[in-house]
C-alpha cells in the first residue's frame, strides 16, 4: 500500500511529481479541510518548507507518522525534541543552499560597501548627477571576520580571499584561517559576516556591548538567523555610525511590519528571505529531502546524513 503524506507547504514541481508517483499526497492548502485529513487519513510523513510549523499538537493528531521532514537545512519550524522523543525521523538537506547563501552573503556584502543599490534607484529615478555624491569602496584589502565556519562559513572564506580579503573567523572547527577570540573578530574586522546557528548561547549574540567593538564604519552582513541581532542595539549602531551598513536576507520577526524603520533605513539593504530560491538550490533541496523521505517509507536506501535526529533514535 502506497505511504500517506502531508504536505504543509509547496515544493518543487519535480519533487511533487516524484511524491505522487509514490505516495497518496493531501495538501494542507487544498479544498479539503486540513481537520478532515488529519481525523481521516493515517498519515506516514508531513513535509514542510520554511514556515509550515511541526509541532507537538500537530504530531498528536498524526499517531502514525514515521518522518517529518523539511525541504531545506535549518529546522526552527519543525519541533525536534518532540518529534524525536516520539521516535520520528527528522529529515532535512543539510549542505544543499550552501553554495547559493555564500553567493547571495557576497553580493550583500557588495551591494552595502559598494552602496549599489542606492546607486541603481538614482538612476531608475533619472538622477544620474547622484555619481557627484557618490560614497562607496571595496572589498580588496579589507578584513573579513566570519562568525561560524561551517559548510557556508567556508564558502564565504574562500570567496572573500578571492575578491583579495584578509580572513578570520570565529569558529569551534579546525580551519585554514586565522581563529581569534570573538571580541578580537569584532576590533579587527571591516566586514563581519553571520554563519551560526541559533541556539540559547547565540541568540542576540550582538548586542550593545558587542556593537561597541565593532571598528567605526564596520559592515554587518547576516544570512543566517535574524535573532543573532539584538533590533535596537542595531538600530543604535547604524544611527550613530558606528555600523557603516547593515545587510541581510534574515530578520526575527519575518514579514516585517509595513513602514518598518529598520528595512526602510538608508544604510540597510534587505533581501526577503530569497538566500535559498535559487532555482537550482530550490529543486535539489526538495527533491533531496522528498527522495529521503520515500526511501524511508519503503525501506530503501536513504543518505544517512539527511536524518537530523539519527544519533538520538
Not at 564596520?218 to 543566517?224: Q, W
Not at 534574515?250 to 538608508?266: F, K, N, R, S, T
Request: aromatic letters at 6%.
Amino acid at each position: 500500500m502506497m505511504p500517506t503524506i502531508l504536505l504543509l507547504e509547496s515544493v518543487a514541481e519535480e519533487a511533487d511529481a516524484l511524491l505522487r508517483q509514490r505516495a497518496r499526497v493531501f495538501t494542507a492548502w487544498g479544498e479539503r479541510p486540513l481537520a478532515d485529513i488529519l481525523s481521516t487519513e493515517p498519515v506516514d510523513a508531513i513535509i514542510t518548507r520554511g514556515k509550515g510549523l511541526i509541532d507537538g499538537k500537530l504530531l498528536d493528531q498524526c499517531p502514525s507518522v514515521k518522518v517529518v521532514a523539511r525541504c531545506g537545512v535549518g529546522l526552527d519550524n519543525v519541533d525536534v525534541a518532540e518529534a524525536t522523543r516520539r521516535g520520528i525521523r527528522v529529515v532535512n538537506a543539510p549542505g544543499s543552499n550552501a553554495a547559493t547563501i555564500a553567493e547571495h552573503t557576497l553580493m550583500l556584502m557588495l551591494m552595502a560597501i559598494r552602496n549599489g543599490y542606492r546607486s541603481a534607484e538614482a538612476v531608475r529615478t533619472d538622477s544620474w548627477a547622484w555619481r557627484n555624491q557618490y560614497a562607496g569602496d571595496e572589498l580588496s584589502g579589507k578584513t573579513l571576520g566570519i562568525l561560524g565556519l561551517g559548510n557556508i562559513g567556508g564558502r564565504v572564506a574562500r570567496l572573500g580571499e578571492a575578491f583579495g580579503m584578509n580572513v578570520v573567523t570565529w569558529s569551534r572547527r579546525d580551519t585554514p584561517y586565522r581563529v581569534l577570540p570573538l571580541e578580537e573578530v569584532l576590533r579587527q574586522s571591516d566586514v563581519i559576516s553571520l554563519h551560526l546557528p541559533l541556539t540559547d548561547e547565540t541568540r542576540y549574540l550582538f548586542d550593545a556591548a558587542r556593537f561597541s567593538l565593532l571598528k567605526p564604519g564596520a559592515i554587518l552582513v547576516n544570512t543566517a538567523r535574524g535573532a543573532l541581532i539584538e533590533r535596537n542595539a542595531l538600530l543604535s549602531a547604524l544611527n550613530s555610525g558606528q555600523l557603516a551598513a547593515f545587510a541581510a536576507d534574515v530578520l526575527e520577526e519575518e514579514p516585517p511590519a509595513v513602514g518598518d524603520v529598520l528595512v526602510h533605513h538608508p544604510n540597510a539593504v534587505i533581501t526577503p528571505h530569497s538566500g535559498s530560491l535559487t532555482a537550482t538550490t530550490y529543486r535539489a533541496m526538495c527533491l533531496s529531502t522528498v527522495t529521503n523521505v520515500l526511501a524511508i517509507l519503503y525501506g530503501e536506501p536513504f543518505e544517512a546524513k539527511s536524518v537530523f535526529n539519527r544519533k538520538e533514535l
